[in-house]
């Protein structure tokens, strides 16, 4: 049992939930179509540093401490609060709606900490590429966009999930990694309007130490460095303070065949496979 002076995290709460057959909180009733359109998106505020827990108002139920992906809400002298420093701003917690007392309180977020939101938060459109979410079509929608062509590789590195999150000086290092090698980000992706060097791939240093839940970083290389890349990732693993995932698009021959087992070795085919048809140009020439 836990004391009043006890600070329960995320991981405490899902970890004795689980095993006493507890987990039953919900986002309530949410869907992407209605955020998007602002039937729950952040309300009009105060500019502030961060958004925070008013303990004015807080009940101490716990309810939003599950919810934060970062680990952030803590419950503890029955009062939840919000760590600033690891808060990546995402929305989780105030747009689930499970405070009872709306005690969760945006803010209208100032730079550099508004990058936090616009990189965490899914419902945020980049605005340098118009898109929502990972702010990219990347290879979901390759057959329509057509970013990745026969012979060449387009390689996908994710810094932050899964769990942990991410700074942007772990941003940085991948992109000076690649840099060095010759490869540059791919001018469809948010994270090439970040770049304040482009020789070296440095970022703005303001920004080096905000946190983020992920962002995709985008490459194209030709297939013939493609253990290069290998070596690249290999090295990043032992530099990188985070998580990061790397996927690899490529595009298949006439026969449809592809280059991947060739160049990248031995693959594992699962019995089940997801596809995405990118018929999204079409429609919106009035197609089929």
Same mark, same amino acid.
């Given at each position: 049992?836990?004391?009043?002076?006890?600070?329960?995290?995320?991981?405490?709460?899902?970890?004795?939930?689980?095993?006493?057959?507890?987990?039953?909180?919900?986002?309530?009733?949410?869907?992407?179509?209605?955020?998007?359109?602002?039937?729950?998106?952040?309300?009009?505020?105060?500019?502030?540093?961060?958004?925070?827990?008013?303990?004015? $108002?807080?009940?101490?139920? +716990?309810?939003? /401490?599950?919810?934060?992906?970062?680990? *952030?809400?803590?419950? @503890?002298?029955? =009062?939840?609060?919000?760590?600033?420093?690891?808060?990546?701003?995402?929305?989780?917690?105030?747009?689930?709606?499970?405070?009872?007392?709306?005690?969760?309180?945006?803010?209208?977020?100032?730079?550099?900490?508004?990058?936090?939101?616009?990189?965490?938060?899914?419902?945020?459109?980049?605005?340098?590429?118009?898109?929502?979410?990972?702010?990219?079509?990347?290879?979901?929608?390759?057959?329509?966009?057509?970013?990745?062509?026969?012979?060449?590789?387009?390689?996908?590195?994710?810094?932050?999930?899964?769990?942990?999150?991410?700074?942007?000086?772990?941003?940085?290092?991948?992109?000076? $990694?690649?840099?060095?090698? +010759?490869?540059? /980000?791919?001018?469809?992706?948010?994270? *090439?309007?970040?770049? @304040?060097?482009? =020789?070296?791939?440095?970022?703005?240093?303001?920004?080096?130490?905000?946190?983020?839940?992920?962002?995709?970083?985008?490459?194209?290389?030709?297939?013939?460095?493609?253990?290069?890349?290998?070596?690249?990732?290999?090295?990043?693993?032992?530099?990188?303070?985070?998580?990061?995932?790397?996927?690899?698009?490529?595009?298949?021959?006439?026969?449809?065949?592809?280059?991947?087992?060739?160049?990248?070795?031995?693959?594992?085919?699962?019995?089940?496979?997801?596809?995405?048809?990118?018929?999204?140009?079409?429609?919106?020439?009035?197609?089929?």
């Amino acid at each position: 049992m836990s004391g009043p002076g006890d600070r329960i995290s995320r991981r405490r709460f899902l970890d004795k939930t689980a095993k006493t057959g507890l987990v039953v909180y919900s986002l309530g009733a949410w869907s992407p179509i209605s955020a998007v359109h602002g039937a729950r998106s952040s309300p009009a505020a105060a500019k502030g540093p961060f958004r925070y827990i008013d303990k004015s $108002k807080c009940v101490g139920c +716990g309810s939003c /401490v599950p919810l934060c992906p970062m680990e *952030a809400i803590t419950l @503890a002298n029955e =009062k939840s609060s919000i760590d600033p420093n690891e808060c990546a701003e995402c929305g989780t917690c105030w747009r689930a709606k499970v405070c009872p007392v709306d005690a969760i309180t945006p803010v209208q977020l100032e730079w550099p900490r508004l990058m936090r939101e616009m990189f965490s938060n899914p419902l945020v459109v980049k605005k340098s590429t118009g898109v929502i979410g990972r702010g990219t079509e990347e290879t979901k929608t390759n057959d329509a966009t057509n970013r990745y062509k026969r012979g060449q590789i387009g390689v996908i590195v994710e810094p932050g999930r899964p769990v942990l999150g991410a700074r942007f000086h772990d941003v940085e290092k991948i992109l000076k $990694k690649f840099r060095s090698r +010759g490869y540059e /980000v791919v001018s469809q992706n948010p994270v *090439a309007d970040l770049i @304040a060097d482009q =020789k070296t791939g440095a970022l703005n240093p303001e920004i080096l130490d905000e946190k983020i839940i992920s962002c995709v970083i985008e490459l194209i290389v030709p297939d013939t460095s493609a253990h290069d890349v290998m070596t690249a990732v290999r090295e990043l693993s032992g530099e990188v303070e985070s998580v990061f995932s790397v996927s690899i698009a490529l595009r298949a021959n006439e026969q449809g065949k592809s280059r991947f087992e060739e160049l990248f070795g031995r693959v594992y085919q699962l019995p089940n496979g997801k596809v995405n048809i990118g018929v999204a140009a079409d429609v919106a020439k009035g197609g089929a």
